[in-house]
């Protein structure tokens, strides 16, 4: 029953984190890594299929939006390097 609620709980959590705005749920998600698979594996859920099934739509989701936020952050450090070369000059 212990890992179940926790299992629970990780879900609860990562519909939470879904609601949350970009920079706050980049960071979010990072927490619910450390939280939740450092130590153990996606195999270590113990969640019925429905569960399961939300528990991977949430997943792949937000790997998407990762990369997304990625590619945002890494867009917006370049623009912000253009703009201290700008400024040196």
Request: glycine share 0%; no cysteine; hydrophobic share 35%.
């Amino acid at each position: 029953m212990e890992r179940r609620d926790w299992s629970l709980k990780a879900l609860s959590e990562l519909n939470y984190i879904d609601s949350l705005e970009s920079f706050e749920k980049a960071d979010a998600l990072v927490r619910w890594y450390n939280n939740y698979l450092t130590d153990n594996s996606i195999n270590d859920f113990d969640l019925e299929i429905e569960d399961l099934k939300k528990l991977q739509e949430l997943f792949f989701k937000n790997i998407n939006f990762l990369k997304d936020h990625k590619e945002e952050t890494r867009q917006e450090l370049v623009n912000i390097k253009k703009m201290q070369q700008f400024l040196k000059n």
